[in-house]
């Protein structure tokens, strides 16, 4: 699986839209991109996954750049409870597993 | 969306005893679970992968006579820790997936090994 690299922390204020970056600068061409949540004390939570089109559900959206070095998650309207470490995640469709790094603990405030 | 539940969420015992830690698909078939652990301010570290009706597959530095998994059902995933000692305390996570759809975790078993 590519490596990925996330900051370490980030803040938001609360209403206003949270983007989350993640380079993986050696992503091969037929791995995705997925992003997952961890809310303290909790299972991580899917989010959102993509190969090189950009993609929105009703949580989030996943901006790939052209060249697939690098997204970004953007959460359009953060609330106090999108607080959480949001991890970044590169891998082949039918890999199953997920290798988890340190992620990017945001910190969404009033 | 797809739900994964695992039991015990929190459970306490002595050094030497056994645990088992049950890990459920509720909506869907998983082919694969995956079982993961957390030690506090650390990300997820994958233990092992199981598929239904064979053998886990171990990662690295995990020992599988201590970690016993059990897949027996598309359903159903088994974590047992064999007597368990104080380092063994952490919170350990499930995962289902079926076949080249997303990972989907359970909340997570705390254990705490007295």
């Known amino acids: 699986d590519a490596k990925t690299t996330q900051p370490t922390s980030m803040d938001c204020a609360e209403g206003r839209a949270a983007n989350l970056p993640c380079n993986h600068s050696?992503?091969?061409?037929?791995?995705?991109v997925y992003w997952y949540r961890q809310i303290h004390s909790q299972g991580p939570q899917y989010i959102i996954h993509?190969?090189?089109n950009n993609e929105t559900n009703e949580m989030a959206s996943l901006i790939i750049t052209e060249d697939r070095k690098s997204s970004t998650l953007i959460l359009p309207h953060a609330t106090l409870r999108d607080t959480a470490v949001y991890y970044c995640i590169v891998r082949l469709l039918n890999a199953g597993k997920s290798t988890f790094g340190d992620g990017t603990t945001l910190t969404v405030k009033p | 969306g797809a739900v994964v539940s695992q039991h015990p969420s929190w459970v306490i015992c002595k050094s030497g005893t056994s645990v088992k830690i049950e890990c459920r698909s509720l909506d869907f078939q998983a082919t694969t679970m995956f079982w993961y652990r957390q030690f506090p301010k650390q990300s997820l570290m994958l233990m092992a992968t199981?598929?239904?009706?064979?053998?886990?597959?171990?990662e690295q530095g995990v020992e599988k006579d201590k970690f016993l998994i059990n897949h027996a059902s598309l359903t159903l995933s088994t974590l047992t820790v064999t007597s368990a000692h104080p380092e063994d305390s952490s919170f350990y996570i499930c995962?289902?997936?079926?076949?080249?759809?997303?990972?989907?975790f359970g909340d997570g078993t705390r254990l705490s090994i007295l």
């Open positions: 993509g190969l090189k």
């Open positions: 199981s598929n239904e009706g064979s053998k886990a597959t171990y």
């Open positions: 050696t992503i091969s061409g037929n791995e995705y």
């Open positions: 995962s289902a997936t079926h076949r080249n759809q997303p990972q989907h």
